[in-house]
């Protein structure tokens, strides 16, 4: 039986992770996770987590479903792969189609299929410039995107997205995406209710069109809740807003819901909980429960009348658009999603309870502000509750969190001291009551460590 150690060496000697120090990962030793079931992991070492965070926000109808296992080895056994070129398609990829446009928005009739988030939006983007040609206005191709948004990690993703420490390697962004601040109260919006913050950083993206140029702006994307920017969920005013400015200046808008889709928010897409109508959606991570991977943009009328109207080939896909075995499974999670009738669960039941229980830690002396919207929380750590004075950056004090979270069995995530979480759809409110129990005891572990080490 292979140990923990012979597994870290292995992997130190020839896994490459994402978003990783290599050298100080080496040196640490990686946690190996070798079990999933319900909400729950295990590591090699044999300790039972609480998975607060789904994974990597995806594992929305919990480990171990057997349903979609069925699916996968059916269609295995049936017809292991096909591609979407030549002019062919395949019956899973064909009948995920008819579901996804039952369930998104009415105005969502077409899916162009990826195999990930990051591939949806490389699709956004060439997509949305295509769109303009079409009509005769290239020069219609600036795409406008949000500081501290996070929108994948290829090299147009991560243009999309707005993390500095992405920008800073690798020439990013590419020409053509620009961006405004984004919509974060407890920062930037002090002095203000939220609601008049709301339409004051919606108000940016007007400001940064006009600066641009109107004519050359094609589109602008924005996540409703940004997800790894912190679970920064905005005031009720900013989406209508973005409509607005939107419309007045004939801008496509662009809902990046790979991880507010399918259920998160308590509607089957975010949009819908912020009440805005986007040209397109890009989606990933959800659909399938990260059972297997799979993404794609939805396409709305809109956009897909032009594509389709105008003719021309659309000189862009991948080999595993519509990859028969991932279709099968995402249409068996959202068959799992539909009959256990969790989206309205998280609206009605467990999104309501977990925001009651969550907030309820606002009353923590590490935290000036609690967050959540669904099954999506986020706790802001300050130094000073009453100022909302913030931790000096150097301290690290979410790593210090995050820390006694995964020496005490659970995962929940740290974004500098921002500390989020978003549990599988499939949480109960008694495991609920287990992950705030859990968080308040590492957020005291944390206190303890901060008071010793003459923080605050």
Known sequence: MTSTRQWQAADAAHYLHPFTDFKSLAAKGTRIIVKGDNIYLWDSEGQKILDAMSGLWCVNVGYGRQELIDAATAQ???????????????????????????????????????????????????????????????????????????HGSTMAGASLGGMSGMHAQGG???????????????????????????IEAAGWLEAKILEVGAAKVAAFIGEPVQGAGGVIVPPATYWPEIQRICDRYDILLVSDEVITGFGRTGRWFGCETFGFEPDLMTFAKGVSSGYIPLGG??????????????????????????????????????????????????????????????????????????????????????????????????????????????????????VADRMIIAPPLVITRSQIDEMVALIRQCLDLTLGDVKRNGWM
């Open 76 to 150: 295995l056994k049936t017809l292991p792969f096909y591609n979407s070129f030549f002019q062919t398609a395949t019956p899973p990829a064909i009948e995920l189609g008819q579901l996804l446009a039952e369930l998104t928005p009415p105005s969502f009739q077409h899916v162009f299929y990826s195999g990930s988030g990051s591939e949806g939006n490389d699709t956004v983007v060439r997509m949305v410039r295509r769109y303009w040609d079409l009509l005769g206005r290239p020069e219609r191709s600036v795409i406008i995107s949000r500081h501290n948004a996070y």
């Open 297 to 414: 943009v939805m396409v709305g009328e809109r956009v897909a009348r032009v594509l389709i109207d105008e003719g021309g080939e659309f000189n862009h896909g991948y080999t595993y658009s519509g990859h028969p075995v991932a279709c099968a499974v995402a249409l068996a999670n959202l068959r799992v999603i539909q009959r256990e009738g969790l989206v309205d669960k998280v609206r009605d039941d467990t999104g309501p309870y977990l925001a009651r229980h969550f907030e309820a830690l606002a009353e923590h002396p590490l935290v000036g502000e609690a967050q959540t919207c669904g099954l999506m929380g986020a706790l802001q750590l300050v130094k000073d509750k009453r100022s909302g004075e913030p931790f000096d950056k150097a301290l690290e004090v979410g790593m210090v969190c995050r820390g006694h979270c995964f020496g005490n069995g659970l995962i929940m995530r740290a």
């Open 172 to 198: 990013l962004p590419i020409p053509g995406i620009v961006h405004i601040e984004q919509p974060f109260w407890f920062e930037q919006g002090q002095g203000l209710s939220r609601d008049e913050f709301g």
